[in-house]
């Protein structure tokens, strides 16, 4: 409930879907039909024979169902979120179903998306080891932003935490902050005035600089979620698949998962836009899968707009949908649903079409 309130505050920025909008202008144009047919036919049992008039004028009434056109859509789409609600999947509403049944081509993002949050390993490169007051600093400062590597590294340091302030976060660069008067700045080596470090395919560089001195880089491995690869593979064998990361590499199982499908690395949130608006410029329908973070201009340039969340307290609104983390490798059954919810409106709306014209006509 707390979701849907933030998404009622939110303006959607789409247009509606061709699909509700079809059937909103068929079901109004139905019932003025049944109206006008209930009415003529009215009309001329009244010279033919007045005692048929009421029979005839209800007849037509009773057997017509305009609502069965109007309901088709908000009934099977309503049940579909249900459905997608008990796996992991919220939507904003019903009209997202029916974006996400036209998606051709999907865009992940890595870290916090397919990789979880948890590192599987934390190790300290640099010439000396920071004292016990540096990692309180460095604490302090990465508390203060969501990224998924910041989360990391707040959550393995333990020493004490102090309030930082002037802090900056610059998107796919890193964070910078004040603490007990020493200038704090973790992230990218560029953002940190450093030069890159050679890593191991997986590996992502957190740089630290105190006091305008590189001090080093925390090497964090990141565990890639289960079942990610293999849901990679099934969407690949169905539509266009991408992987963009600001990353440097990618790890050897995501890699294969990914063979033959694009693969960027070193993106910064501009260049994540920019590759969803290349495909759409292709005519492609792109659905963005991200954490919300480094990815808000990709997700909010995409047809379909999904946040992957471990925690209630990153919750993204401007989405369409939040994705339980746990519950990614289900992503291309979540697309399988919404197509078949699609074909299942179709279908009732021929059935419903075909009822009317018959039993009006009867």
């Known amino acids: 409930s707390r979701l849907k309130r933030l998404w009622a505050e939110q303006s959607g920025g789409h247009e509606r879907p061709a699909m509700p909008r079809l059937i909103d202008g068929v079901a109004r144009r139905c019932t003025v039909a049944v109206l006008l047919i209930s ?7 009244w010279g ?8 005839v004028v209800t007849a037509v009434l009773i057997v017509a169902c305009p609502c069965a056109l109007a309901l088709s859509m908000p009934f099977a789409y309503g049940h579909t979120i249900r459905l997608l609600g008990r796996r992991g999947l919220f939507l904003r509403d019903a009209e997202v179903v029916e974006r996400m049944a036209h998606v051709d081509s999907v865009i992940l993002d890595k870290t916090g998306t397919l990789t979880a949050r948890e590192a599987h390993e934390v190790e300290w490169q ?12 460095v604490r302090s400062v990465a508390r203060n932003s969501t990224h998924p590597l910041s989360a990391v590294l707040a959550e393995r340091l333990r020493e004490e935490t102090k309030e ?13 902050g004040s603490v007990d008067r020493h200038a704090v700045r973790l992230g990218s080596a560029v953002f940190c005035g450093a030069d ?5 395919h997986g590996d992502s560089h957190v740089h630290v600089t105190i006091d305008g001195l590189h001090r080093g880089h925390f090497i964090i491995r990141k565990r890639t979620r289960d079942g990610v690869a293999d849901a990679v593979r099934r969407l690949r064998d169905s539509m266009r698949t991408s992987l963009l990361t600001g990353d440097a590499q990618v790890d050897p199982e995501l890699a294969g998962a990914f063979a033959g499908s694009e693969v960027r690395v070193n993106c910064s949130p501009a260049d994540k836009a920019e590759a969803v608006r290349m495909q ?8 963005m899968v991200g954490d919300g973070l480094n990815d808000a201009g990709a997700l909010a340039q995409s047809d379909v ?14 989405s369409d949908a939040i994705m339980d983390a746990n519950s990614v490798a289900q992503l291309p059954h979540f697309l399988s649903m919404a197509r078949r919810a699609r074909r299942i409106v179709i279908g009732s709306l021929a059935i419903s079409l075909c009822y009317n014209v ?3 006509s009867f």
Request: charged share 15%; glycine share 8%; net charge neutral.
């Open 358 to 360: 018959v039993g009006v």
């Open 48 to 55: 033919a024979d007045v005692a048929q008039v009421w029979p």
């Open 280 to 287: 759409q410029a292709h005519g492609r329908r792109v659905l």
């Open 126 to 137: 640099g010439p000396i080891p920071l004292t016990h007051h540096e990692r309180s600093l």
């Open 305 to 318: 707009r999904i946040t992957v969340t471990e925690t209630s307290a990153a919750l993204t609104p401007a």
């Open 196 to 200: 890159e470090a050679a890593r191991a």
């Open 39 to 45: 009415l003529c036919a009215g009309l001329y049992w």
């Open 164 to 176: 930082a302030s002037a802090v900056q976060e610059v998107a796919g660069q890193g964070i910078a």
